[in-house]
Nanobody, 115 residues
């Protein structure tokens, strides 16, 4: 079992930045990848960015060039640096981890961007 705790959400104005962090609880199983998804009101949950244990990254087209995903394998941590935020980025952001074929989710952290 893997538990995920996200921090770093908040209310910002358009053009500002935020950094999200997610820590996975200690586990005897390897975490193969961690990442971020988001869900806006009335919309489906969508991928934002992911990072494999080897450091490979993947981004949604809507955040490329603005968001950066990074991590620390030793600390089971993943970060999301969000720059030049737009009102369309407003959503509940969820941390995600994959371990031995199982998918785990955090409780989510709210990001609100005002225009």
């Amino acid at each position: 079992q893997v538990q995920l705790v996200e921090t770093g959400g908040g209310l910002v104005q358009a053009g500002e930045s935020l950094r999200l962090s997610c820590v996975a609880s200690r586990s005897s199983f390897a975490i193969n990848a961690m990442g971020w998804y988001r869900q806006a009101p009335g919309k489906q949950r969508e991928l934002v960015a992911t990072r494999s244990r080897g450091g490979n990254t993947n981004y949604a087209d809507s955040v490329k060039g603005r968001f950066i995903v990074s991590g620390d394998n030793a600390k089971n941590t993943v970060y999301l640096q969000m720059n030049d935020l737009e009102p369309e980025d407003t959503a509940l952001y969820y941390c995600n981890a994959e371990s031995l074929g199982y998918i785990y989710w955090g409780q989510g952290t709210q990001v609100t961007v005002s225009s």
